[in-house]
């Protein structure tokens, strides 16, 4: 299970961090993301980490350099620390795992393949 929190109501230029506790069947995981979803549009990849053999980071241009997508160590908890934040930025924040492919390939193809686990999302409000 995923359960995303730490979202609420910001003002532009704010920070914000979101956490993500995972537990149980999805720790068998090694990608994990984080998506989000604003108002009548369709749901976009925001961040997202691998990590074992070959750990790999991507995060869309959107978000580069306000953004920043970490674990703890036990790969137990995912974070995203949200900077410099916009109002363009509100949305539904989700995160979501991947379980292990066998194999490395980059995580644009993981994405391709897409997430075996979801969890409810957290809303980010950015207004003034």
């Known amino acids: 299970q995923l359960q995303a929190s730490g979202g609420g109501l910001v003002q532009p230029g704010d920070s914000l961090i979101l956490s993500c506790a995972v537990s149980?069947?999805?720790?068998?995981?090694?990608?994990m993301a984080w998506f989000r979803q604003a108002p009548g549009l369709e749901r976009e990849f925001v961040a997202g980490?691998?990590?074992?053999?070959?750990?790999?980071?991507l995060v869309d241009e959107s978000v580069k350099g306000r953004f920043t997508i970490s674990k703890n160590s036990a790969a137990t908890a995912l974070y995203l620390q949200m900077k410099s934040l916009k109002p363009e930025d509100t949305a539904v924040y989700y995160c979501?795992?991947?379980?292990?492919?066998?194999?490395?390939?980059?995580?644009?193809?993981?994405?391709?393949?897409?997430?075996?686990?979801w969890g409810k999302g957290t809303l980010v409000t950015v207004s003034s």
């Open positions: 980490m691998t990590w074992e053999s070959s750990p790999m980071t």
């Open positions: 149980g069947r999805t720790s068998t995981t090694n990608l």
């Open positions: 979501a795992a991947q379980r292990s492919l066998g194999y490395v390939t980059d995580i644009q193809n993981r994405l391709r393949i897409g997430m075996n686990y």
